[in-house]
């Protein structure tokens, strides 16, 4: 996990479609330019489609889900008849148990397998449906990886979600690296110091709930605390930082730099926060003035801080929050 080691990118698992690949039901696809332009530049893709997975060609009859939106059936959209519940069920089951070490996933929205959420689900004997339904892939998807980052590709399009996700896979590699490095009492309160401001933005409370989980943790139990402090850190983080918490943040970091600023940088920094906390400008304008600042004055605990750079720069994602 050392900034000096040489990037490499993260694995994340996606909708074969959104890679531009012709496996939808009509043999089409549903590129998207985001994932493929600008994420592909960082993140390497495991294309997974789970109606071409379970058997059926492409183009074929479309599928919809249908009955109880825990436990729909997935049948034919215009022959009722044709069920294919049991091998769309049985192929995503088998699958997300070899998905390997991958750190993220993205989810066609509204698909009958990939919809992560507020799919429709239509009632058996007819009638309008209803937006309550999970696709059958992504259900068995989190369900067996509950701390996965998953997100859909039309959420990405709102700036906060977008940066939430990409954010939350970048911890979640960290996580893993943590895990395949050897957990100890030691490597989980560094890890903890150096997410510190980065879990205080999206929730103090969880932050220390977190710090009280490795208040005392023997080395023989290291496995369940890691365990629930995972569960707890993936949560909070999936929860959209306001303005309001990226601004305490903020504030907090500038106090290490209150001896080595004069009066007039001091009050930049100052105005470029409050300006930031109006809505003004973009969050990325006081994250790069603290930067600044602090290359010109290092300071050893502030320089670990994953909050500061939690992804790569050239993503851009901090420039529309």
């Known amino acids: 996990m050392s900034s000096k080691k040489p990037f490499e990118k993260i694995t994340v698992g996606i909708s074969s479609c959104l890679l531009g690949e012709n496996v939808r039901y009509d043999g089409g696809h549903k590129r998207d330019r985001f994932i493929t332009d600008t994420l592909s530049n960082y993140m390497v893709f495991k294309p997974i489609c789970p109606e071409m997975g379970s058997g059926m060609p492409t183009p074929r009859p479309p599928i919809r889900l249908v009955g109880n939106p825990e436990q729909p059936a997935v049948v034919g959209v215009d022959d009722p008849t044709m069920d294919v519940t049991h091998q769309v069920k049985s192929y995503s089951r088998r699958q997300v148990k070899q998905l390997g070490d991958i750190s993220g996933y993205i989810l066609k929205k509204d698909s009958p397998s990939c919809g992560m959420t507020r799919v429709k689900v239509y009632p058996v004997k007819g009638g309008a449906a209803e937006r309550k339904g999970i696709g059958i892939f992504a259900r068995a998807l989190m369900n067996q990886h509950p701390h996965l980052p998953v997100e859909e590709e039309g959420r990405l399009n709102d700036p906060v979600l977008r940066e939430n996700f990409v954010n939350r896979v970048f911890v979640y590699r960290h996580w893993q690296e943590l895990v395949s490095e050897g957990l100890t009492p030691a490597a989980l309160i560094e890890f903890h110091a150096r997410h510190k401001y980065l879990v205080m933005a999206h929730s103090q409370a969880a932050y220390k709930r977190m710090g009280q989980l490795l208040s005392h943790v023997p080395r023989q139990l290291v496995k369940p605390v890691s365990e ?28 290490y730099l209150k001896r080595n600023i004069d009066g007039e940088d001091k009050d930049e920094l100052v105005t470029s926060i409050e300006r930031y906390r109006q809505g003004e400008i973009p969050l990325v304008v006081p994250i790069t003035l603290l930067n600044h600042y602090f290359r010109r004055h290092p300071d050893p605990y502030i320089k670990k801080q994953v909050y500061l750079q939690p992804h790569p720069e050239k993503l851009g994602l901090r420039n529309d929050l």
């Open 228 to 255: 629930s402090y995972i569960e707890e850190l993936m949560a909070a983080l999936k929860r959209p930082v306001s303005r309001k918490g990226h601004t305490n943040v903020l504030q907090h970091i500038m106090g």
